[in-house]
């Protein structure tokens, strides 16, 4: 029996900040992105909730070597440089519920340079008054910045949550147009 592929990664700067992208090689399908941080200077938290929503993929572990080209690389690559649709065409995939995965693929239909509140976004995904549920969908997204929960901010202006920071959160809004 041989064992499974490991997963394909890659890290490549977006705003600023060391962007890790995680997927499987043999659909090319994003399995997990999130930024480093100061307290996360690895991204280790990434695996980690790989690891705990999707055990059998995480055990696959990671090929020795990142990436240096390819789909989802080129895709980041010219998202960091401006052309905020590169990342519209990466495939994910993540473990879902009926309505997480209503609130993804919502996410997915925000055009780079607008934000959203979560009010439309429950709206987006069909069920306009699951609003905490919605902020979950966000919450829960293990392939943050292709499914841009970053692009949802609160009814009163305020940018509200991100995994990331806040501090990251503006300065992709910015990056994309969103604010000024």
Not at 23 to 47: H, K, Q, S, V
Not at 96 to 122: H, I, K, M, N, S
Not at 141 to 163: E, F, K, S, T
């Amino acid at each position: 029996m041989t064992s499974p592929t490991p997963l394909s990664s890659a890290v490549v700067d977006v705003v600023g900040r060391p962007f890790r992208a995680i997927w499987t090689p043999e659909d090319g399908a994003l399995r997990a992105g999130g930024f480093a941080t100061d307290a996360d200077p690895g991204a280790d938290r990434l695996i980690a909730r790989l690891e705990r929503l999707d055990p059998a993929l995480a055990a696959r572990g990671l090929a020795a070597a990142p990436a240096t080209d390819g789909p989802v690389v080129d895709a980041l690559r010219a998202y960091a440089g401006g052309d905020l649709t590169a990342i519209d065409a990466i495939p994910v995939a993540q473990p879902e519920t009926p309505f997480r995965g209503e609130v993804w693929r919502a996410l997915r239909r925000v055009p780079g340079g607008r934000a959203v509140t979560y009010t439309e976004l429950a709206t987006l995904a069909g069920r306009p008054a699951a609003v905490r549920a919605a902020a979950s969908g966000c919450a829960n997204n293990l392939v943050a910045l292709v499914v841009p929960c970053h692009r949802i901010v609160r009814a009163d202006g305020g940018l509200g949550g991100y995994l990331f920071g806040a501090d990251l959160k503006e300065r992709l809004l910015r990056h994309e147009g969103a604010l000024r």
